[in-house]
């Protein structure tokens, strides 16, 4: 397993991140503990939740029961040193957090205690901003994204007054370092100016969709990030699933995603086959396991801090895990490069 520094700050993670969404409505208590214990076996150190998870929650499943589940492990092992352990505060509008409300100083407040508690500890390493108040183009709304709304300066004041509550976070020892998820170019300098102006706490990661099926950070997003330190997180790396093979011929295995979700929030749609195919037998003429090529080319990119994958069974786990040892041949990457230019933004 590599290591690596985010950012500007001591953190040193897994360049493997343990995804824990599933947890509370695909896997139970006992499975998710068990994924930590293999992942810490195996060298990963670095597991991502946030207060909003389980995704694709079942009737009973609360906001926060990841969480708790990350602090029974917590509670019952006492080996919180040996995790770097993120979380996020979610962004307005989603009713599972806090009825919708926007970040605010005070939803930080409440947000960070209550995601304390189920976790079982008094800090966690990294609390990041689940998505900004005022939206972005992120979760496929980039084909209608029209930015000629946004209040400049109100999103300045917004974005002072939450780097100040942080900064009182960090302070009160609550909080060591801060990060971005489903952010823009735009937002993360402002955030970035004021720091820098203000002397307030410096984002160290944006955690962001990336696989080979997304790859919208490889621009602008991607020079910041190489150019400000700020180190992406990359999410959904396997494309929800798709790049693994699982849904090939259009089918939905039983207590996948897709048997909970039918387009698995908008990925499943007919132009993804075609990239579906061409990386699939790219892996197949190379003799490489589809998942394990798509978690590997995340992990040659210059903006990557970590890769954030997610299991439902401890088979799917190994798999994921033999992806840190995975060295792409040019005559890969090449396969890769020629598949993209044929089918750039699938989804």
Known sequence: MDYTTLGRTELRVSTLCLGSMTWGSQNTEAEGHAQIDRALDAGINFIDTAEMYPANPGPSDYPGKTEDYIGTWIEKSGRRGDVVLATKITGEGSSRARGGA????????????????????????????????????????????????????????????????????????????????NETAWGTRMFLELSEREGLPRVATIQNEYSLMCRIFDLDLGELA????????????????????????????????????????????????????????AAEKHGLDPAQMALAFCLTRPFMGSVIFGATSIPQLET???????????EVMDDIKAAYRQHPMPF
């Open 102 to 181: 926007p970040i605010t100083p005070q939803a930080i407040r409440e947000a960070l205690d209550a995601s304390l508690k189920r976790l079982r500890t008094d800090y966690v390493d990294l609390y990041q901003l689940h998505w900004p108040n005022r939206g972005s183009y992120h979760f496929r709304k980039y084909w209608d994204y029209d930015p000629t709304g946004i209040d400049a300066a109100s999103v300045r004041q917004d974005t002072a007054d939450i780097l100040g509550e942080l900064q009182r976070q960090i302070e009160a020892g609550k909080v060591r370092h801060i990060g971005l998820s």
């Open 226 to 281: 190489c150019t400000e330190d700020v180190d992406l997180l990359a999410y959904s790396p396997l494309a929800c699933g798709i790049l693994s093979g699982k849904y090939a011929g259009d089918t939905t295995p039983a207590g996948s995603r897709r048997s909970l979700n039918a387009t698995i929030n908008g990925r499943l749609v007919p132009t993804i086959w075609p990239a579906h195919d061409a990386y699939l037998d």
């Open 320 to 330: 994921a895990i033999g992806a840190a040892d995975l060295t792409l041949s040019d």
